[in-house]
Structure formats: structure tokens, C-alpha cells
């Protein structure tokens, strides 16, 4: 649960900050090993810098690398923030019922560092997307990556694992008040006795559980629902193209 919370929340963090890391990774490239004065600067600033991309690129622009972006967020901060959650629940962190400013560090760092080795490969797919750009205004190495070919069944890949995520999101609440309601115990006209309804079983919940309780199983259900969604599209897109290819 750890591990999903924390990776859901930073791919929702994503969605916002992506346009500040290609912004970013535009400015940090450009001039690269030349000196300062003898190249055009197409960036002059970050305002400048969102200007500029906003009106070349188009808005798109802005969101190039988002894909990556999101998978490397999601594994990245999921195992990051997660592996700390899991070892500060543990009592390592604590000497003599205190937190220990040195193995907090310690943990810090080690989480961190998982994290960060497994996300790298993302990172640079991230990087050289988000890099790409119209010629007028290209800095750094352009690799002319497609993000994928044409009818390549990673489109309905990628988009099953962005979009899996999100509706596990957005649906866990609902889905949880549903488990609720059916489970619970009925007097003998069938009358539920521990909730009127709908609203009824999330109000309580929200009260009683808080914000948490709408999302427990979450875990379960990526693994659950997150596999089916990836696969019902990919299947949906291969079956479309396969019948629309005999007419």
C-alpha cells in the first residue's frame, strides 16, 4: 500500500510539474560546452522559456516526456517513498523511543538511492523526449526518437499502464463503499442495518476512517484492476486494427 500511495501521488504531482522539467532540461542544455556569449540564447529566462515553447511547440510541447515522466514518478517515488514508509514502520528510525537524526539520514539516503537506481533507465528516455523540440529553437542533441511508430501496440500499452492508474484512483472509493454496502448485514426485509445507502456508507467511512479508509485495498486493486485495464485496451486497439484491416 505503501508503495502505491506514494507512487499514485507523485504521478498526479507529475501531471502539473512536467512542464517545469522540460523547461528545465531546455535551459540546462542549452549552450552546452560553448561560451557564454557565442551561442543564441532561445531561452532567456523560465517565463521566457515557457513563452517560447508554448508558441513553437504548441502546448503539447510542454508535456513532452509526460509518459515516461509518469512511469519513472510512479516506480521512482513509489519505491523511494515507499521503502522509507516501510522501514520508519519497522522502528529503525527510533533509538530509545526517539527518532535518531542519524539513521533517519541513513534510511533517507538508502531509499533514495533504490529509487533513484531503478528509475535511471526512465529518467533518460524522459530526458531525450523532453528535449526534442522544432529546430528554430533545439538546444543539446536532438535524437529524433518517435515516442513509438505508428499502429505500434506500445500506444495501447503505454496508454493501458498511464491510464490504469488512474481510474484505480479515481475508483477505489467507490468501489469500496460498493463492497460495503453489499456485505453488509440486512434485517428481515432486507433493510441494510449499517448504512441507508450510497452517501450514507461514504459520509461514515469518510468520518470514521478518514480519507484513507476510501482507499484501503488499493494495492490489491492496481494488481487487480491495473493488468485488466492494460490489457483490455491493448486487446481493444489489436482487434480494431485487425477488422478494420479486412474491410
Not at 193 to 216: H, I, M, N, P
Amino acid at each position: 500500500m505503501d508503495f502505491v500511495l506514494s507512487g499514485a501521488a507523485a504521478c498526479g504531482a507529475c501531471l502539473f510539474t512536467n512542464p517545469l522539467e522540460v523547461v528545465k532540461t531546455r535551459m540546462q542544455l542549452q549552450g552546452e560546452l560553448q561560451s557564454r556569449g557565442s551561442y543564441r540564447v532561445y531561452y532567456r529566462n523560465v517565463f521566457h522559456a515557457f513563452y517560447t515553447i508554448g508558441r513553437v511547440d504548441g502546448l503539447a510541447g510542454l508535456q513532452k516526456g509526460l509518459a515516461p515522466g509518469l512511469v519513472y514518478q510512479f516506480f521512482m517515488n513509489g519505491i523511494r517513498l515507499g521503502s522509507y514508509a516501510i522501514i520508519e514502520s519497522s522502528g529503525y528510525i527510533h533509538t530509545n523511543g526517539r527518532v535518531s537524526a542519524a539513521k533517519t539520514t541513513l534510511a533517507g539516503a538508502a531509499a533514495g538511492v533504490v529509487g533513484a537506481v531503478i528509475g535511471s533507465p526512465v529518467y533518460l528516455v524522459k530526458t531525450h523526449l523532453q528535449s526534442q523540440s522544432t529546430a528554430s529553437i533545439a538546444v543539446g542533441h536532438q535524437h529524433k526518437h518517435p515516442v513509438f511508430p505508428k499502429d505500434s501496440w506500445l500506444v495501447a500499452l503505454s496508454a493501458g499502464m498511464i491510464s490504469s492508474v488512474v481510474v484505480v484512483t479515481a475508483m477505489t472509493p467507490f468501489d469500496v463503499v460498493s463492497t460495503r454496502l453489499y456485505n453488509q448485514p440486512v434485517d428481515h426485509v432486507g433493510k441494510g442495518q449499517l448504512y441507508k445507502g450510497f452517501a450514507d456508507c461514504f459520509s461514515k467511512t469518510l468520518k470514521k476512517e478518514g480519507l484513507v479508509g476510501l482507499y484501503k485495498g488499493l494495492g490489491a486493486s492496481y494488481f487487480r484492476l491495473g493488468p485488466h485495464t492494460i490489457l483490455s485496451l491493448f486487446f481493444w486497439d489489436e482487434l480494431r486494427k485487425l477488422y478494420h484491416g479486412r474491410r
